[in-house]
């Protein structure tokens, strides 16, 4: 005999309207519409497979009025020429998911007698004149940091570890939790950052460029020591629209990647060999970072028209797409998770862990494994054998 469940007809009208309801199962659109409509109750067990259809947690099934999701940071303008009305279901998950995460941390460092993050706010009280000095005061780097990397790829390595070393989180991936169908749109967001004043956290959309990932975390990082929230989605880096706030991180990333005094001087140099195009390649290659960085600078100096950057950052673009089955992680499945999760996370959890202070099974729901694969990853990240 089947049991069926009262539900709200608002909220059930609120989930369908927050899910992508148009590529749901027809048998899946049928029940929402008949149990929006009040027609028709579910059951328990239909409730569960509509759940998992909608990406919904199934709690808010069950909810008389619909939840409140406050996420007002997440700063929505049209991107690629697409118009982003609201939050998809799948950047609210990782965002929940990540919430999770810092709040665990949080409670970890608050019980351990840390003290609050000095990063978080650090710029505040700065004249906007020196924000690049200090930051690079605090990351340790040389003006010309970037002649020690090979590549993009190895500058984010190597700025990664460092800013996780001042007590910020980086996660990154490309999905939500392990579900390969739920993929990040990088046209929604190539990343966010989430402010806390014990464990500031960075998500990296990993779905994005080498040169974008390097760009993003330290445009990231400077929200952070500006102390304020962040969801950043200007693909192309074009300053036009921007909040004040974005502008000013997008100026301190530039600087940081491409330091204006050595980038005349480079320029000057390059454009004797090479047309303005040609130059902003080479220079690219120079300073390790992508062509719509250099292209963006040569503009900023009057050395190129604003047809000839936006050009070459659609450009950028469209070589990125061509090339995205160059994946991060190289398909192993270990290499890839600990790509995902903060090194540091990954140490304070499994101390906890031993500590007896947080349960197995809570580890498991942080890092979306199992017991198995738990245990291998933390035996890869920290070298502790379980």
């Excluded at 990397?149 to 980086?170: E, P």
């Excluded at 398909?331 to 140490?347: E, I, P, Q």
Aim: aromatic share 12%.
């Amino acid at each position: 005999m089947a049991f069926y469940v009262d539900v709200s007809t608002t909220t059930i009208d609120w989930i369908i309207q927050q899910c992508n309801f148009a590529l749901l199962p027809e048998r899946i659109q049928k029940n929402l519409l008949a149990w929006k409509s009040g027609l028709k109750k579910p059951t328990n067990n239909q409730l569960i497979e509509a759940s998992k259809a909608t990406y919904m947690p199934f709690g808010y099934f069950f909810l008389t009025n619909p939840p409140q999701e406050d996420y007002s940071f997440v700063d929505y303008r049209t991107v690629d020429s697409e118009e982003l009305i609201k939050p998809s279901r799948n950047l609210i998950d990782t965002i929940h998911n990540m919430q999770n995460i810092q709040n665990w941390a949080e409670n970890y460092l608050i019980q351990e007698g840390f003290a609050k993050n000095r990063i978080v706010g650090l710029l505040r009280n700065t004249n906007e004149n020196d924000y690049v000095d200090v930051l690079r005061e605090e990351l340790n780097l040389d003006i010309k940091w970037y002649e020690n990397s090979k590549t993009s790829k190895d500058s984010f390595k190597n700025i990664r570890n460092i800013i996780s070393n001042l007590g910020i989180f980086v996660m990154m991936s490309g999905i939500v939790e392990n579900n390969t169908k739920r993929l990040l749109n990088i046209n929604e967001f190539r990343a966010f950052t989430i402010i806390n004043d014990y464990v500031p956290l960075i998500f990296i959309n990993s779905n994005d460029s080498p040169n974008g990932k390097l760009f993003s975390l330290i445009h990231e990082f400077a929200h952070i020591c500006l102390g304020e929230n962040s969801l950043f989605n200007d693909r192309f880096s074009n300053g036009t629209n921007l909040k004040e706030i974005e502008k000013k991180c997008n100026k301190i990333a530039a600087e940081l990647l491409v330091p204006q005094k050595i980038f005349v001087k480079e320029w000057n140099r390059g454009i004797k060999k090479y047309d303005e195009e040609r130059c902003i390649k080479e220079l690219a290659q120079i300073f390790k970072c992508g062509i719509t960085v250099i292209a963006r600078k040569a503009l900023d100096n009057n050395f190129i028209t604003f047809e000839l950057y936006n050009k070459l950052a659609k450009l950028a673009v469209a070589i990125f797409n061509q090339s995205k089955n160059d994946k991060d992680g190289g398909g192993n499945f270990y290499t890839t998770t600990l790509s995902r999760l903060d090194n540091r996370f990954l140490s304070m959890l499994q101390s906890s862990v031993q500590e007896g202070k947080t349960q197995y099974t809570e580890a498991y729901r942080l890092t979306n494994t199992k017991r198995g694969i738990y245990d291998k990853l933390i035996e890869k990240a920290c070298g502790v054998s379980l």
